[in-house]
C-alpha cells in the first residue's frame, strides 16, 4: 500500500498542475465558456471509452503492467500540451492523456487485492487521499509556475512539470511496485472470454445489489464535475482571480479532500455505516452547492468548499466501499472499471451540461442546477439506507 500510495501522489501531482490552467489555456485561444467546459470533459470522454477495458486487462494481466503503461501515456500527453498551439491540439493531448488513462481503475483494484471487506473503506480512502494530496501540491505548483494574470501566463512550464512527475511515478513504478494479483487468478482469467465493453456495462449494470450505487455514483460526479469546470471561470468573473489564485483554492480543496479521504473515512465507516454516510454526503455537498452562487469573498467562499468537498469525499469513497465488497476477488477489476466508467462518463456529462448552463443562463446557474440534482441523490440515498437496514 505505501508503495502503491507514493506512485499515485507523484502522478497526481502532475494531474492537478494543469486542472486550473486549463480554461485560462483554452481562453487564449478564444474559447467560449461552453467550449471550455468541453475541454474539460474531453479528457473523461476518452477515459470513459477506455476504463472498463483498462480494468479487464488488469484482471488478466496484472495491475503493475497496466499502470506502467498508463503512467507513460500520461508523460507523452502532458508533453503534447506544453507545446500546444491551437485549441484542437488541446483538445487532441487532453483526448490521448484521457485514453491512456488506466492507472486510476487500476489502483483502485490493487486496493481491492490487498485489503479485507473489513478495512475496503479505509482503504478506498486512503487512494481518496493521494487524489487529495495531488490536488494540494499540483494547482498550487502550477498556479505558481504559470503566474496571477490570465493574459500573460505561461502554460509550458506546468505541463512540462506534469511530464517530468509522471516520469517520475513510471520509474518508482517499474523499482518498487509489486503485483498484486496473483497468478492463479490471472491464470483462470486468461481462460475466460474476453467481453466488450457494451457487455461488460450490461453484466454489471444488471446486477440489483451495485446498480442503483453506480447510479447515485454518476449522479454525485455529474455534478462535482460541473463545479470542477466552470469554478475557474466563475471566480474569474466574480473575484477577479486569475490561475495562480484557482490553484491555491484547489490546494485547499485538495488538503479537504485528503483529510476527510484518508484521516476521517474508516471512523466515519465504523461508526456510521456507508450507507448512512452516502445521505450525509449529499447533504453537505447540496448546502455547499446552494451557498456557492452568493459567496463573493473568500470568507464565505471558503466554507461553501468545505461543505462541498466534504460531501463528495465521503460519498464516493462509501460508494466504492459499497461496489466493492459485493463482488468477487476475480471480479474486482471488471466491476470497479465500469464503476469508474460510470464516473468518467459523469465527468464529460457533467462539464457540458455546466458550461451550457454558464453560457445561456449565467455564471452561478451551474450550482443552483447541482442542487436540484443533489436532492434526487439524497432521495436515492435515503431508498439505499433502507434497503441495507432490511437486509442487515
Not at 140 to 169: E, K, N, V
Request: hydrophobic share 55%; glycine share 10%.
Amino acid at each position: 500500500m505505501p508503495a502503491l500510495f507514493l506512485i499515485v501522489v507523484i502522478d497526481l501531482i502532475g494531474f492537478g498542475i494543469v486542472i486550473p490552467l486549463l480554461p485560462f489555456y483554452a481562453e487564449r485561444f478564444q474559447a467560449t465558456p461552453d467550449v471550455v467546459a468541453l475541454l474539460m470533459a474531453t479528457y473523461s470522454f476518452t477515459q470513459f471509452i477506455s476504463t472498463p477495458i483498462w480494468g479487464r486487462a488488469s484482471d488478466r494481466l496484472g495491475r503493475r503492467p497496466i499502470l506502467l503503461l498508463s503512467l507513460a501515456g500520461a508523460v507523452a500527453s502532458y508533453t503534447w500540451l506544453a507545446y500546444a498551439n491551437s485549441l484542437w491540439m488541446l483538445f487532441a493531448a487532453r483526448a490521448l492523456g484521457g485514453m491512456m488513462a488506466g492507472n486510476i481503475s487500476a489502483a483502485f483494484a490493487y486496493v481491492a487485492d490487498i485489503t479485507t471487506p473489513k478495512d475496503r473503506a479505509k482503504g478506498m480512502g486512503l487512494v481518496g487521499a493521494a487524489f487529495g494530496l495531488g490536488f494540494v501540491i499540483g494547482p498550487a505548483m502550477g498556479g505558481i509556475l504559470a503566474g496571477p494574470d490570465p493574459l500573460t501566463a505561461d502554460y509550458r512550464t506546468p505541463a512540462l512539470a506534469a511530464a517530468g512527475l509522471s516520469l517520475t511515478a513510471l520509474v518508482l513504478a517499474l523499482i518498487i511496485l509489486k503485483e498484486s494479483l496473483s497468478p492463479e487468478i490471472r491464470a483462470r482469467l486468461a481462460q475466460q472470454p474476453v467481453q466488450s465493453r457494451l457487455a461488460m456495462f450490461i453484466e454489471v449494470l444488471r446486477r440489483r445489489e451495485i446498480e442503483l450505487l453506480i447510479g447515485i455514483t454518476f449522479l454525485a460526479t455529474f455534478v462535482f464535475a460541473g463545479v470542477e469546470a466552470v469554478f475557474a471561470m466563475w471566480s474569474e468573473r466574480t473575484m477577479g482571480w486569475g490561475p495562480e489564485q484557482n490553484g491555491y483554492l484547489f490546494a485547499f480543496v485538495g488538503v479537504l479532500g485528503a483529510l476527510v479521504q484518508g484521516g476521517l473515512m474508516g471512523r466515519l465507516a465504523r461508526r456510521f455505516g456507508e450507507a448512512n454516510l452516502i445521505v450525509q454526503g449529499a447533504v453537505a455537498l447540496t448546502i455547499g452547492l446552494v451557498a456557492l452562487p452568493f459567496s463573493h469573498t473568500l470568507a464565505f467562499l471558503l466554507p461553501a468548499m468545505i461543505f462541498l468537498v466534504y460531501g463528495f469525499s465521503i460519498c464516493t469513497s462509501s460508494l466504492n466501499s459499497l461496489i466493492s465488497v459485493q463482488v468477487g476477488e476475480d471480479e474486482q477489476g471488471k466491476v470497479l472499471g465500469v464503476t469508474r466508467s460510470a464516473s468518467t462518463l459523469a465527468r464529460v456529462a457533467g462539464p457540458a451540461w455546466a458550461g451550457f448552463l454558464f453560457t445561456v443562463l449565467g455564471k452561478n446557474w451551474p450550482f443552483f442546477g447541482g442542487a436540484v440534482v443533489m436532492i434526487g441523490v439524497v432521495l436515492l440515498g435515503l431508498w439505499v439506507r433502507r434497503q441495507r437496514a432490511n437486509t442487515s
